[in-house]
């Protein structure tokens, strides 16, 4: 499991104070865990782009006022400005080492599918997965060799198996497949203009 160190500092609560932290040129977030107060904290936003713009997931050893002891989270939501697409706002979940805990984890391609190679189009559905499982199993992605894959074939959920990990949602769900080529109709290539062409040169020639 890949892990990066965040230094956030506590802030005031409420929307001003967020939007006030905005204005500084940082970042609000919230901290969190089962049977604990919520902690206001913000962050600058050089820190926090490694944590939201990754393919991985990672374990974030938080730092709250210069604490020489990190606690150990996991980013749970992010959002972003509409017009801008800047971070406005994170959400970090705390860890708990003793209980199972629900994670979105990456999924990772590998290989080229064969079914590609003979002209199929691969069509990825499904970029992340809910899974569930204690924090010291939880995988930094979930990797998927589609070089067998054939036209017409797919991989669905309930084809997955991580040990130690629980996933959640439709077992049915396809998460990869490889589609048949696409025909173009005939009907759409034009097929008038060569006879005009033809007709025009006759035309010129007399």
Known sequence: MNEITLN????????????????????????????????????????????????????????????QKPID??????TFDPVTDLITHFDLQGLADDSLMTFEVPVRLVGTSSGVRDGGILQHMVHKIDVKCLPQDLPSHID??????KINHSVHLRELNVPKVKFIGNMDQGIVAVLPPRVEDPSKRGGNEPELVAQKGKKDAK
């Open 8 to 67: 956030v500092t506590t802030r005031g609560n409420g929307k001003r104070a967020a939007k006030d932290v905005r204005k500084s040129g940082r970042i609000p977030g919230v901290y969190y865990r089962k049977g604990s107060d919520p902690i206001s904290i913000s962050s600058d936003s050089r820190e926090i782009r490694p944590i939201v713009y990754t393919k991985d997931v990672r374990i974030v050893k938080l730092l709250v006022d210069g604490a």
């Open 73 to 78: 989270c996991v980013l749970k939501d992010v």
């Open 144 to 149: 998927i060799d589609i070089s067998d894959l």
